[in-house]
């Protein structure tokens, strides 16, 4: 079964950096576009980044300019680099992989980041 692999997550000073990563398999990885999502108790879960298999990027407005996402078709993997972290940045971080309306999308168990002095 296709499984997505979180790692990476912890807890950070603000102004502090942490990388996840998320690693697929048992799917054609070079035919989804992977993005990663947070969710906070009590909220709905909101995609921070997604990147397309042509590279193309999208990031939500208040994680831009810190967050970079990217991947590597070769390792199965997609990063999300996080800098300059505040601590609304707190929550649960899910990696997906999607390829649209016909197919099935794939979330990963998710990896807690807390932005906390």
């Known amino acids: 079964q296709v499984q997505l692999v979180e790692s990476g997550g912890g807890l950070v000073q603000p102004g502090g950096s942490l990388r996840l990563s998320c690693t697929a398999s048992?799917?054609?990885?070079?035919?989804?576009?992977m993005g990663w999502y947070r969710q906070t108790p009590g909220k709905q879960r909101d995609m921070v980044a997604a990147?397309?298999?042509?590279?193309?990027?999208n990031y939500a407005d208040s994680v831009k300019g810190r967050f970079t996402i990217s991947r590597d078709n070769v390792k199965n993997t997609v990063y999300l680099q996080m800098n300059s972290l505040k601590p609304e940045d707190t929550a649960v971080y899910y990696c997906?992989?999607?390829?649209?309306?016909?197919?099935?999308?794939?979330w990963g168990q998710g990896t807690q980041v807390t932005v906390s002095s």
């Open positions: 990147i397309t298999t042509s590279g193309v990027t």
């Open positions: 048992r799917i054609f990885f070079n035919r989804y576009t």
């Open positions: 997906n992989a999607d390829r649209g309306s016909d197919y099935l999308s794939y």
